[in-house]
């Protein structure tokens, strides 16, 4: 018990910065909802439009932006790949 105490104090400041990281993404993504939730008919048109190929590769097939786990994972998704992308 000894060392977990020993080693939680010593990363508490990492941990709180992850913390805190974390809270902030959250947030941004719930900002980011509101906003992308009112336009899902628009965004699920402009999906529509892809080749089937894209849409089925994406995983774009019963696109609902309405709801926060499916928007969640694809905005994150879509921001990893794009980060990629500029690596």
């Not at 508490?12 to 909802?33: A, E, K, N, Q, V």
């Not at 008919?41 to 402009?46: Q, V």
Request: one cysteine or more.
């Amino acid at each position: 018990m000894n060392i977990y105490c020993h080693e939680l104090k010593m990363s508490i400041r990492s941990m709180l910065y992850w913390t805190l990281g974390m809270i902030l993404g959250l947030w941004f993504f719930m900002m980011m909802f509101s906003a992308v939730s009112q336009d899902a008919a628009l965004i699920s048109k402009i999906a529509s439009q892809f080749p089937p190929e894209v849409v089925r590769a994406m995983g774009l097939t019963t696109l609902d932006l309405t709801t926060v786990l499916v928007f969640t994972v694809i905005y994150s998704c879509l921001s990893c790949w794009s980060l990629r992308s500029t690596l």
